[in-house]
């Protein structure tokens, strides 16, 4: 089967959780005939060897330049800046003779669904990382001042007039989740949607021996993307002061490119420490023993969590920071909302080694039960499989 798949980042090395999901799911159709179209700063760009071993053909083009005069006039346009973000008429026709030959044309994230009038014969999916406009709607109803609501208001307003539309055009949408699936199926009830969760690499990831010299806890994400930086935000100003009154030891370790030092410029405090970027992320994992998921706005389901969670780190979380995932409170996961709640659960679980370890290897248990490589590869054959049969 010949598959090609759009992606508007270059997905080696897997450093965000769009770039591994997008690796993940080249890596499961191993076998079949892939094809690769991706943008790069570069060109050549570094990492190539690693994606040809499984792409007969990449296509790597110049990342689209937008200036700030378009992304003014942006929004005085209908169509959302995300939709025209990646698109220019020269990809578009080169993307139009690639498709000829190809079986179906994957399009990861609605960064790349313009593209979609290229396709006549090949089957297109679109795959959701995120639902667009429930981010939006969730970043609209996070801020208090008025000026901002009303500018996330048309933001908002436009992503789901332009992503259910868009929705609409694709013969399969792959969601992250259950939660994702039901909302499309709202708005499009007679629309084919397929949940493909996010997985984890349980080889590269996996528990060792925890040792831990310090109260450390650690967060991951990059500053770049809203909902990690309203989550920074949130658990430095209303969340750590109150574990420091009672754990006056306790250490922050933040990695993530993008604005970091920005956000924590006001809230300066020694035992906070600061990686941007990190080759290798499991010997931080090791030495820390909390992950932190203090999400308050976003969608799809968050890679880092199940990261975590495969190499035996417990994990915090909000509600919306472990949406989609099947996960059980006081189990394999840690549930709290409120600065107050989510303290107590930090401090209990920094105190507590007996509750490290349980909650760590139920949640390594979930990850090598529902959120692996090959459960991910049986799925996506399966569905494929199934599309051309009907052809």
Known sequence: MKILILSPFLPYPPDS?????????IRSLHGHDIHLLTFADKNPPDNLDELKKYCSEIYVLPTPRVSNKSIFLNFFSLKPLLAVRFFNRDTFDQLKEIVRCMDIVIFESLLMAEYRNALTSSYGILDELNIEFIRAQRRMKSTSNILKKLFYYAI?????????KMIRNYELILVCSENDKKLIEKYNSNKKVAVIPNVIDTDYFYPVERVPSSNKIIFVGTMWYEPNADALRFFIQKIYPLIKKEVNDVELLVIGEGGSRKILKHNY???IKI???ADDIRPHFVGSKVFIAPIRMGSGTRLKILTAMAMGLPVVSTTVGCEGLDVINGENIVIADEPLEMKESIVK???????RRMVGKKGRELVEDKYSLKALADQLNKIFNEM???K
């Open 17 to 25: 959780g769009a770039k591994v999901r997008t690796f993940n799911i």
């Open 156 to 164: 908002f307003y436009r992503l789901k007039k332009y992503e259910l």
């Open 269 to 271: 405090d020694p035992n």
């Open 275 to 277: 990686i941007n970027y």
């Open 349 to 355: 679980i920094l105190r507590d080694e007996d509750l």
């Open 388 to 390: 051309i049969t009907k």
